[in-house]
């Protein structure tokens, strides 16, 4: 499975955010956890619904987002 094919967007979920397939737990939640500082293990234990797996795919996710911004070269 691709990691990709776990994030799940849905108008009638989060209003539209991206999110792990079966959860309410939003991509940027989980960025947010991370960027706090919290690890992998304490995001799990707090989310058991969660596997490492999903963590790993709003990290491609948010890759692959960042691939696809267009940036203007700096003048």
């Known amino acids: 499975m691709n990691l990709l094919d776990r ?3 849905d108008p009638a979920i989060r209003f539209g955010k991206p999110c792990i397939r079966g959860t309410r737990i939003s991509v940027g939640d989980v960025l ?3 960027a706090g500082g919290m690890l992998e293990a304490q ?3 707090d989310f058991p619904q969660l596997t490492g797996d999903d963590i790993r795919a ?3 996710y948010a890759a ?3 691939r696809r911004t ?3 070269p700096a003048a």
């Open 43 to 45: 995001i799990l234990a």
């Open 7 to 9: 994030i799940g967007v």
């Open 70 to 72: 267009f940036t203007t």
């Open 58 to 60: 709003c990290l491609a």
């Open 32 to 34: 947010g956890y991370l």
């Open 64 to 66: 692959e987002r960042e």
